[in-house]
T-cell receptor
Framework: AQSVTQPDIHITVSEGASLELRCNYSYGATPYLFWYVQSPGQGLQLLLKYFSGDTLVQGIKGFEAEFKRSQSSFNLRKPSVHWSDAAEYFCAVVARYSSASKIIFGSGTRLSIRP | ETGVTQSPTHLIKTRGQQVTLRCSSQSGHNTVSWYQQALGQGPQFIFQYYREEENGRGNFPPRFSGLQFPNYSSELNVNALELDDSALYLC???????????FGPGTRLTVL
């Protein structure tokens, strides 16, 4: 069965420091992968997506992610975090079945920024 | 801004009642999905509608039902509310055949 694992429940980094959020997926075919961000009480905003091609994808707000098939990973990175990056981050994979498709989300990683 | 709106923003109901949540998709998006996000968890897929018909469903009981209308709006109906139905309900729309879904801000439902 398809699944997404985010091993870190909560991460705290200092403002200006680099960031890496981990994501591992389980999917039989070529996965379509996403990273979403959710601010408190808000909906989900798409940061970036990987469908095919270059395994390093660029997103909004200075984020990037690298798809590594051999490790079944799609880690999110940012070279220098800002206080406004504090939020919940979700990694997700598209699962297709019959005529529908659904997004399977990880349980999320909460990012806190230390001043 | 994703162009997807939801109403109401917050809602409080009591156990056993029925609730209807509404979503307005982006123009041209003929597919809408609904997700339930319990506190501290990732969103869980409830069901998907394509051209006004349900074409996919997650592990949710039949008391969760939906409608999609030709004007790109949709509804999520939940009957016989239970305490565990308290959650943020998100709708997401897309163009059929594509995989990128655009989420609304959600409706926070509290069941007392």
């Amino acid at each position: 069965a398809q699944s997404v694992t985010q091993p870190d429940i909560h991460i705290t980094v200092s403002e200006g420091a680099s960031l890496e959020l981990r994501c591992n997926y389980s999917y039989g075919a070529t996965p379509y992968l996403f990273w979403y961000v959710q601010s408190p009480g808000q909906g989900l905003q798409l940061l970036l997506k990987y469908f095919s091609g270059d395994t390093l994808v660029q997103g909004i707000k200075g984020f990037e992610a690298e798809f590594k098939r051999s490790q079944s990973s799609f880690n999110l990175r940012k070279p220098s975090v800002h206080w406004s990056d504090a939020a919940e981050y979700f990694c997700a994979v598209v699962a297709r079945y019959s005529s529908a498709s659904k997004i399977i989300f990880g349980s999320g990683t909460r990012l806190s920024i230390r001043p | 801004e994703t162009g997807v709106t939801q109403s109401p923003t917050h809602l409080i109901k009591t156990r056993g009642q029925q609730v209807t949540l509404r979503c307005s998709s982006q123009s041209g998006h003929n597919t809408v999905s609904w997700y339930q996000q319990a506190l501290g968890q990732g969103p869980q897929f409830i069901f998907q509608y394509y051209r006004e018909e349900e074409n996919g469903r997650g592990n949710f009981p039949p008391r969760f039902s939906g409608l999609q209308f030709p004007n790109y709006s949709s509804e999520l109906n939940v009957n016989a509310l239970e305490l565990d139905d308290s959650a943020l309900y998100l709708c997401a729309s897309k163009i059929g055949g594509q995989d990128t879904q655009y989420f609304g801000p959600g409706t926070r439902l509290t069941v007392l």
